[in-house]
Every structure is written in structure tokens, then in C-alpha cells.
């Protein structure tokens, strides 16, 4: 191997990993000197027997020069030279040539296989992929498909709500959880556990994409006509804001909140069929007339402003949902709910109109109550009886809420945010029974047979 062959490698020095093939050449020069030594113990021997009389005179051999190097470099480590004397004694250092040819065949094959083989087609971009895009670039405007600006109004409240209620005690603070879907939307949860005012509080937002199979869509179309029956599946979105709180103090009433909104789809995400549902009711364990009147009043004033017969019709439905037929009785003293309300209804943006004021009345309606409850005298009795109605919420909850069955039902639900609603504590008593004429009978007598607050 001569000097001039591995100056002109520079492609085979770079691949055995040296700066430059000066420095390739550094390594190789032990190889390299013992090769030219043989050669001149070769020509040495040849010469001497040639100068036997009758020879040809042979030229003086000159002992080889020094190897030089092109410019000064690192000194190599044993790591590279051992690497480079196994390749060398191999034979295997590659040659520029021989890499060109190489990279001109794999070149080659590329092109090749760009021509003849078909062209693959990547997957068009979920509905949920363009929602999220479309409110990068343009945000969240009048015009905005209704699903986008049911998400961005529930989240707006949800944060108005939290920071109400954590001016209730500054001492504590919600832990916020974000959370994503695998199939397109997420949600987030605010929950707060152990404070001061709340044992338990949670404000939770949840935006959820999917495919609803044909059953579920036949199951729908009872209430909703405009679902076409003969397809497979449709794509489908739901949004929602649901809120529970339960109080420290028994003599402050627990609270539900939900509102929600939900819609099919074609697969271009346009349409063709919606619907607006919620409520909120109130649960106290301890019964003041006065928070009951300013409740339903402060809801009745938010329906009104939209239709008088709304409150009424709500405020019945109410009672019939959230009853307890194995214990035949009410889990609270009532509020309003509704659901499925559609264009038969009214147009969609009076509906949306009327869930934004619904949502906007509740902390007039509940605030007011917490402050002048929260830090009232209570004995243990109380206490336990507090238990013992949170042991019907979970009974309710657990058994005939709609809600809690959709939710635990939908691939990839998150149980947590579900099972948020929950109180931290309940309690069951075998054969629990009132005392006569006690606070607590009074209050099991209306949850038999519910009253007209306002």
C-alpha cells in the first residue's frame, strides 16, 4: 500500500472514522515500514548474486524515506489502532470506488421502486385533528360550528366557577388534571379534596369524539328523527361541564351542576343531528325553606328570560330523575333538568343561549347559601345524619344515573373525572329510622313528596 494510494482514500478514512487520510496513513506506517523492509532484503539478496563475474551491475539500493505527514493531528488512541490494523490485515478498508458503485446501485433501486411500485395513501385527518386546527388558526368565533363553541364556553366557565369557589377558602386549591382522549378530545378535572369549606369538590369540562355503532344510533332515533337509520355508524361529539360539591359542614347543602351538548356527524364533520341537555338540583342534608326559595327562584329567573314554561316542565322533570325508586324517595329537594332539547325545541342558538344562562345563574343561586352555612355550630348526630344522606347520593348515582352509565360505557372513559361526583365519605345504618317531629323527618317527608318553592 503505497502513500500516494492512501492520500487518495479520503472516503475509506472517513469511514473507519479518522479526521483525514494523513491520519490513516499515521496508523498504517508499522505495516507499511515492514513491507518495504522485506522488499530491500529481497533486492538485496538479488543484487548480491548478480555481481558474480558475468552479471549485470545493479543499481544501489537506497534505504526508504521517512513517511510524512500532510498536517499535524491527534495523537491516535489503542481503540483506533487496533481497529485499523485488524481492517488493514483484513483487507476489508473500503475503497472510494467501491462505495460509489455501491451507492449508485442503492440510488438506483429507490428510483426504481418510486416508479413501479403504487403510490400509498395516508389517512385523512380525524374530525377531531381539523377542530383543533381550525381553532389554532382562526380560534373560536359566532361563526364557529356549535360544538367548538360549547367546549370554549364550558371551559370559560369552569374557571370562573374554580375561582369562585376557592375565594370560599384561600387555603386551599383545586388540583387540576388536563387530560386527552386517544380518539380525539379530552377534558379537564378540577378537584378538590379535604378543605375546609368542601370534603369534597370537584368542576370537571370532558370533550369526547367517537363512532356511535348502529345500535346506539337506532336506540336514539326515538328521540331524534333526524338520525338517519340506515347507516352503520356516525361520528359523534359530546361536551359537557358537570360540577358536584359537598360540604364540610352539614348544615350547608350539596350541589350538582351539568350541562351538556351533543351532535352526530358525517365523516366530513358537517351536522345532521344535535341536542342540548343538563340541570342542576340541590341536596341538603338540613333543611332551610330560605335557600331553597332563593335556589329555585335564581334558576327560575334564568328560564324565564327564555320561556315561562321552562321552569315548570324542568322543575317536575327534576323530580322525576333524580328519585330513588328503590327507596321511593328524592335524592334532593329538586332544580330543573332537561334533555334531547333539539329544533323541535327551538333553533340552536336560542337553546345555546339559554345553557349559558342557566350556567351563568349557579353561583348567584348557590354562593350565597355555602357562605352563610359553612361556618354554622353542628353536633356529631348532625354529622352522622349528613353521612347517611351522601350514603342515598351514592345509591342514586351509582344505580340510575344516566349519566354515570354513558360515561363508564364510552371507550377510553377516564372513571376518575366520572366517579368525581362521589362524596369523600357516606355512610349506611341498618334500619335507620328519624326521630318524630325531628329536623330530620321533616326533611324525609318533602324528599317523598316534593314541594313547589316558588
Request: aromatic share 10%.
Amino acid at each position: 500500500m503505497s502513500r500516494a494510494n492512501l492520500r487518495q482514500t479520503p472516503l475509506a478514512s472517513k469511514a473507519l472514522g479518522f479526521e483525514h487520510s494523513a491520519h490513516l496513513l499515521h496508523y498504517v506506517r508499522p505495516i507499511a515500514r515492514r513491507t518495504m523492509l522485506r522488499t530491500a532484503c529481497r533486492r538485496s539478496y538479488a543484487n548480491g548474486r548478480s555481481n558474480r563475474p558475468g552479471s549485470q551491475p545493479q543499481p544501489t539500493l537506497r534505504p526508504p524515506k521517512p513517511l510524512v505527514y500532510a498536517r499535524p493531528i491527534d495523537p491516535p488512541t489503542a481503540a483506533d489502532i487496533k481497529a485499523v490494523r485488524a481492517a488493514v490485515s483484513k483487507n476489508t478498508v473500503p475503497w472510494a470506488k467501491t462505495r460509489i458503485v455501491i451507492g449508485i446501485v442503492f440510488c438506483g433501486s429507490i428510483i426504481y421502486s418510486m416508479f413501479t411500485q403504487p403510490l400509498q395513501h395516508t389517512e385523512a385527518a380525524s374530525i377531531a385533528d381539523r377542530d383543533t386546527l381550525r381553532k389554532r388558526e382562526s380560534g373560536v368565533t359566532d361563526s364557529s360550528p356549535m360544538r367548538l363553541r360549547m367546549e370554549d364556553m364550558i371551559k370559560s366557565k369552569q374557571k370562573e366557577i374554580v375561582t369562585a369557589l376557592e375565594a370560599l377558602d384561600p387555603s386551599h386549591k383545586f388540583r387540576t388534571d388536563t387530560w386527552s382522549r386517544p380518539n380525539g378530545g379530552g377534558g379537564i378535572s378540577c378537584v378538590l379534596q379535604g378543605g375546609n369549606v368542601f370534603e369534597k369538590a370537584g368542576v370537571n369540562t370532558s370533550i369526547v369524539y367517537g363512532t356511535l355503532p348502529r345500535p346506539a344510533i337506532q336506540k336514539m332515533r326515538v328521540n331524534h328523527k333526524a338520525l338517519d337509520p340506515d347507516v352503520d355508524s356516525l361520528e359523534f361529539f359530546a361536551a359537557g361541564l358537570s360540577l358536584v360539591l359537598h360540604p364540610q359542614n352539614p348544615m350547608a347543602p350539596t350541589v350538582h351542576l351539568n350541562y351538556r351538548y351533543f351532535e352526530t356527524m358525517d365523516r366530513d364533520g358537517v351536522c345532521n343531528a344535535w341536542w342540548f341537555g343538563g340541570g342542576t338540583d340541590l341536596t341538603p342534608s338540613y333543611l332551610f325553606d330560605e335557600d331553597a326559595i332563593h335556589f329555585h327562584r335564581t334558576i327560575k329567573d334564568a328560564c324565564d328570560k327564555h320561556d315561562r314554561a321552562y321552569y315548570p316542565r324542568f322543575k317536575s322533570w327534576c323530580d322525576k330523575y333524580f328519585h330513588i325508586p328503590h327507596r321511593h324517595e328524592s335524592r334532593g329537594i329538586g332544580g330543573i333538568f332537561f334533555d334531547d332539547l333539539d329544533e323541535e325545541e327551538k333553533d340552536q342558538e336560542q337553546l345555546f343561549s339559554f345553557v349559558k344562562d342557566c350556567l351563568g345563574a349557579f353561583l348567584p343561586s348557590y354562593i350565597p347559601l355555602i357562605e352563610k352555612r359553612k361556618d354554622m355550630p353542628y353536633t356529631e348526630l348532625q354529622k352522622e345524619w349528613q353521612q347517611l344522606r351522601r350514603g342515598r347520593y351514592v345509591e342514586f348515582n351509582l344505580v340510575h344515573d344516566r349519566g354515570t352509565a354513558f360515561g363508564l360505557q364510552t371507550p377510553g372513559a377516564r372513571v376518575e373525572s366520572i366517579l368525581m361526583s362521589l362524596p369523600l365519605t357516606a355512610r349506611w345504618k341498618y334500619m335507620h329510622e328519624p326521630e318524630k317531629n325531628s329536623r330530620e323527618e321533616r326533611l324525609l317527608s318533602i324528599l317523598k313528596s316534593p314541594v313547589e318553592w316558588v
